[in-house]
């Protein structure tokens, strides 16, 4: 594995074969996705920090159309003419708008967690977030997340699970954080009439910042999704359902390998 620093990106890549680019969540790095990559065997997996997170410098003004079209710079950049997508959260969204945008691009989508647009209370909480964080940091957010995006079972069984969400939010920076709070705050819808390639949504059934109606009617937007419920999940699939969530991801893979 190597870790580059490319397109205003720090950037993880390891493997060969064809291109998956996996986008993280608000309060992820990379290492949202180290328990996927097993499932990625035999393919070039590139993990970047998104701007104002993890290792990757803050950006002046950060936007979900902007960090998508920074993906296909650093695309670009690593000579990728097309990848398959992987996006967690505000991951899921960017990937929605780069896959409505460059076609060209996106073989496939997976969309885990996957968002719409916020609603109008969710903009103001946003906001708010943002003003709270630049005050008085993120142990508050961190401790908030543990107890209303994760699953009950998780809670209780899965201690290094909770532990490592709750560092990945704490190690952000306060003001990176805050930054991507008002970037998805002004959030605008990508057009779904536009992505044409092969969609996997993965949600988690308690997942109460994705709840499955959310992913439902992202999947009736976008032809052909295939919808994927976990049981006993939150809004962290990726750590809560680490296997339900590489077998979904092997299968959907390989089916994109068929001629």
């Known amino acids: 594995m190597s870790t580059r620093t490319l397109a205003g990106f720090a950037v993880d890549i390891s493997g060969e074969g064809p291109a998956v680019i996996c986008v993280h969540g608000l309060g992820g790095t990379s290492n949202s996705f180290t328990p996927q990559l097993s499932a990625l065997a035999g393919m070039r997996v590139i993990r970047p920090d998104l701007p104002c997170s993890g290792r990757s410098p803050l950006s002046d003004a950060p936007s979900v159309a902007g960090m998508a079209a920074a993906l296909a710079r650093l695309a670009d950049a690593l000579e990728v003419k097309a990848a398959h997508f992987i996006g967690h959260s505000l ?147 990726t750590i809560e359902r680490v296997e339900e969530v590489n077998i979904e991801l092997r299968g959907f893979l390989s089916r994109q390998k068929r001629p």
């Open 91 to 237: 991951g899921s969204l960017i990937c929605q708008h780069l896959a409505s945008e460059r076609a060209d691009l996106v073989r496939s989508l997976v969309l885990i967690g996957a968002i719409f647009e916020p609603s109008i209370p969710a903009r103001e909480a946003l906001r708010q977030r943002a003003k709270a964080v630049r005050t008085g940091g993120l142990s508050d957010v961190a401790d908030a997340i543990i107890q209303n995006a994760l699953a009950v079972e998780t809670r209780a069984r899965q201690p290094l699970g909770v532990a490592f969400i709750r560092e990945s939010v704490m190690r952000q920076s306060a003001e990176g954080y805050a930054r991507l709070c008002e970037a998805l705050a002004e959030a605008r819808p990508a057009d779904h009439r536009r992505i044409g390639c092969p969609v996997m949504i993965v949600n988690g059934e308690e997942d109460a910042i994705a709840p499955p109606s959310m992913a439902r009617l992202i999947a009736e937007r976008i032809a052909g999704t295939t919808l994927i419920t976990l049981p006993r999940c939150g809004h962290w699939p």
